[in-house]
């Protein structure tokens, strides 16, 4: 009986490690990736040592840590069924990409913005339509 308990504990042990390491690594990408986004200058600022700023910022704190978790493990998932309509449909790559976009892509940590209603929060990622692709591409002088 000891032998199976501690076998038990041992695999919990592993998981719950596995699982901190990848939170880790998905805080620690997230703020590059906010870097690297463009935002229009606001008159208002929201940084500050203001009560309201610091509820704001201890607000957005506890719903990440509620939304984290809930939006990993979706995305992981989708990953994982994604991979498998890939290699399900014969190699069919928009098969995939289309469960992908929806399950990668979105909002992964909330942010005082969020909260405001300033910036939305998207659980499900917006596939990028042709249209919006070809709008954001650099355009060709007329000669």
């Not at 032998?3 to 805080?27: E, H, I, N, P």
């Not at 986004?37 to 208002?44: F, K």
């Not at 449909?89 to 940590?109: D, R």
């Amino acid at each position: 009986m000891k032998l199976y308990v501690c076998a038990y504990t041992a695999a919990t042990f592993r998981l719950v490690a596995v699982v901190l390491v990848l939170a880790l690594g998905m805080v620690s990408v997230a703020p590059s990736a906010w870097s690297q986004e463009s935002l229009p200058p606001s008159s208002e600022t929201t940084e500050g040592g203001s009560a309201s700023s610091a509820g704001m910022g201890a607000a957005a704190g506890v719903s990440t840590l509620l939304y984290l978790p809930l939006k990993a493990a979706f995305a992981i998932g989708g990953g994982i069924v994604g991979g498998l309509a890939y290699a399900f449909s014969g190699g069919n790559e928009n098969a995939a990409k289309s469960i992908w976009t929806t399950s990668l892509y979105g909002t992964y940590i909330i942010t005082p913005d969020h909260l405001r209603g300033d910036r939305p929060i998207r659980f499900l990622g917006v596939p990028e339509t042709e249209a919006s692709a070809q709008a954001a591409a650099p355009m060709e002088p007329i000669r």
